[in-house]
């Protein structure tokens, strides 16, 4: 999904305003990946991207708190994961074992 630079902007700055006020000081929001993510799960259901979207953030945060990895590399795996999921559909594919291999 593209969005114009004014747009951009001000997700941006929405982005870093939400993450001071939940106070999740580490983390360097990559909006590009999000709305690609969130367009990509719409093949799923027209509702999936938000869905999706929320399940990947929260997939990273228990990642974080577990010390298994830092906030921007589980977010990475998660959203690997979540596209890897995306393309195999709603009936699944091989690569339908969660994180069994991710170190997630």
């Given at each position: 999904?593209?969005?114009?630079?004014?747009?951009?902007?001000?997700?941006?700055?929405?982005?870093?305003?939400?993450?001071?006020?939940?106070?999740?000081?580490?983390?360097?929001?990559?909006?590009?990946?999000?709305?690609r993510?969130?367009?990509?799960?719409?093949?799923?259901?027209?509702?999936a991207?938000?869905?999706?979207?929320?399940?990947v953030?929260?997939a990273?945060?228990?990642?974080?708190?577990?010390?298994?990895?830092?906030?921007?590399?589980?977010?990475?795996?998660?959203?690997?994961?979540?596209?890897?999921?995306?393309?195999?559909?709603?009936?699944?594919?091989?690569?339908?074992?969660?994180?069994?291999?991710?170190?997630?």
């Amino acid at each position: 999904m593209t969005v114009s630079s004014e747009e951009e902007l001000a997700l941006d700055q929405w982005s870093r305003r939400l993450t001071q006020a939940l106070q999740i000081l580490d983390l360097e929001v990559d909006t590009q990946a999000i709305l690609r993510l969130a367009e990509e799960s719409r093949s799923v259901s027209p509702s999936a991207g938000p869905v999706s979207t929320f399940i990947v953030g929260f997939a990273a945060g228990q990642a974080t708190n577990s010390g298994k990895k830092n906030v921007q590399s589980a977010v990475e795996t998660a959203l690997k994961k979540v596209h890897g999921l995306v393309a195999d559909g709603t009936q699944g594919g091989p690569d339908n074992q969660g994180w069994v291999d991710s170190a997630q």
